[in-house]
């Protein structure tokens, strides 16, 4: 086994607020200058929706990620061919137009205007050219279904629901919708790191987070065309690529990244996972329909004595070996199968997760059918869920909901008493789960502290360039 250590993160989508703490954090630490204004490396999306930028789940209009035409995996976005012809001009990167052009008042305009009947306004004026301009788009335009069907029906998972599910979303009675934080994926197979001409892009072999070297990078942004959640931005004012780095200056000392301290859902989860690298290529080129199977296979178990021990003989440290055994992002993922990655079909293998949310639960009439009733009738469709974060299969996030569903159960039994025992253990056993992992669930998912949450293994920077030699530039 080559057996390496990833901090991978979890982000509990039922808890989620949409309250966009996570992006000011970000913000205001490591975009808020000259050239980065349209970057946001954390981001709250509205789904059904667009995104940001609009429509980046759309890979026949952006074409990133990796593809297996001919049984082969390789780039979608290019060839060695393409890259050197589109070099200067890459027709698949997103436009300014898909993001939106930032901008600000002149507020002067305020406090100088003289006095009048009418109340001064402050024009907004582009960031860019400096002219007055009107908005048409913002970083998150359709916040909350604003405008909706409109931008929700436009959303590409949108095909995956049937016409009757399409009609029904939107009635009155069903409207529905949750919030999708997103930040870098840190892919255990990233597109971006392949694509990159110059080798300015890299995967820190100390914790597998995946970074930009600004000194070698030429902006050629095949980078960004190659990323198919379009988390690598373009920097207009400094002439390079950026991207979110994991906020690796607090890792380094032991410190959540900005957007999980800030996080007040308490939604967000970090921790070290232990993969086997040799498996890399296996994982990412399996069938669809196996996709997330081979993947929890790629991860393995840290308590295992044989895991242990290969750890070790790849130069693994004690301590790291220990975060991982502690790792709350191995619980939900790998222990529990709660998490699952977003768009595993892009075969980037993200080591960002996510517990899929719950939602109300309607009958045929519109009406309410209860607390816990059939998942299959939940407001949010199963197919829509399955098309974000399962490629399409159904069954893995049926297994999530229904294990939060039984934990819901066990947890009001606990506290309202309104639940019978008989019921209860009914609803356990058919979500494979027993009142010890329910438990367990509930604390962690509620009641932990942040050193529960936040599983950060210390710095061990003596490792980084042996691993990056043995690595290379990509895995």
């Given at each position: ?11 509990h ?36 929706g ?32 393409s ?9 698949s ?12 008042y002149?507020?002067?305009?305020l ?60 009635a009155?009675?069903?409207l ?16 971006c790191?392949?694509a ?19 000194d070698?990078c ?5 980078c960004?065309?190659?990323?198919p ?7 207009w ?19 959540a ?6 996080c007040?859902?308490?939604?967000r ?30 991860i ?17 440290p ?7 055994q ?15 990655p977003?768009h595993i ?6 080591t960002?997760f996510?517990?899929p ?18 998942i299959?009738?939940f ?7 399955a ?13 999530s ?20 025992v ?13 009142p010890?992992?329910?438990g ?10 942040a ?19 043995s690595m290379?530039?990509?895995?």
């Amino acid at each position: 086994m080559d057996v390496r250590a990833q901090i991978a993160t979890v982000f509990h989508l039922d808890k989620c607020l949409g309250c966009h703490t996570c992006s000011v954090a970000c913000k205001n630490i490591w975009t808020d200058r000259k050239g980065a204004e349209y970057m946001w490396w954390n981001n709250v999306e509205t789904k059904p929706g667009t995104g940001y930028p609009t429509l980046w789940e759309d890979q026949e209009k952006y074409r990133g990620g990796w593809e297996k035409p001919n049984g082969e995996l390789r780039l979608r976005s290019q060839s060695r061919t393409s890259a050197l012809l589109n070099i200067f001009h890459n027709p698949s990167l997103p436009s300014l137009d898909d993001y939106y052009e930032p901008w600000t008042y002149d507020y002067q305009k305020l406090t100088d205007a003289p006095p009048g009947d009418d109340q001064p306004t402050a024009r907004p004026i582009s960031m860019i050219t400096g002219r007055y301009m009107d908005i048409e788009a913002g970083p998150n335009w359709d916040d909350d279904l604003a405008g909706s069907p409109v931008y929700a029906s436009q959303d590409p998972n949108w095909a995956a629901l049937t016409p009757e599910q399409s009609q029904q979303l939107f009635a009155f009675e069903r409207l529905v919708f949750f919030h999708l934080p997103r930040t870098c994926n840190h892919c255990l197979n990233p597109a971006c790191v392949a694509a990159c001409p110059s080798g300015a892009l890299h995967k820190r072999g100390e914790d597998g987070l995946v970074l930009i070297d600004q000194d070698h990078c030429r902006g050629w942004r095949h980078c960004v065309a190659a990323c198919p959640y379009k988390k690598t931005y373009f920097n207009w004012e400094a002439g390079r690529s950026e991207k979110c780095i994991l906020c690796f200056p607090r890792l380094e000392t032991a410190q959540a990244p900005a957007c999980f301290h800030s996080c007040p859902g308490r939604i967000r989860f970090v921790g070290v996972l232990l993969y086997d690298a040799g498996r890399i290529l296996e994982a990412a080129s399996a069938p669809q329909e196996q996709l997330i199977d081979r993947y929890r296979d790629l991860i393995l178990d840290p308590s295992e004595p044989e895991v242990v021990r290969a750890a070790r003989a790849c130069g693994i440290p004690a301590d790291v070996i220990e975060a991982a055994q502690r790792s709350p992002v191995f619980s939900f993922v790998k222990l529990w199968r709660l998490a699952l990655p977003l768009h595993i079909e892009f075969r980037t293998l993200p080591t960002l997760f996510y517990v899929p949310p719950l939602s109300p639960v309607v009958d045929g009439s519109g009406a309410e059918a209860g607390l816990f009733s059939d998942i299959e009738h939940f407001r949010i469709p199963l197919r829509y869920l399955a098309s974000l974060f399962a490629a399409r299969n159904e069954e893995p996030v049926r297994y999530s909901l229904r294990k939060q569903q039984a934990v819901r159960q066990f947890r009001r039994a606990a506290t309202a008493g309104d639940i019978a025992v008989e019921t209860v253990a009914s609803a356990l056993a058919a979500a494979d789960c027993n009142p010890d992992e329910a438990g367990a669930i509930y604390r962690l998912t509620t009641l932990s502290a942040a050193g529960e949450r936040f599983v950060i293994p210390p710095l061990h920077r003596e490792l980084t360039t042996a691993a990056r030699e043995s690595m290379g530039t990509t895995t």
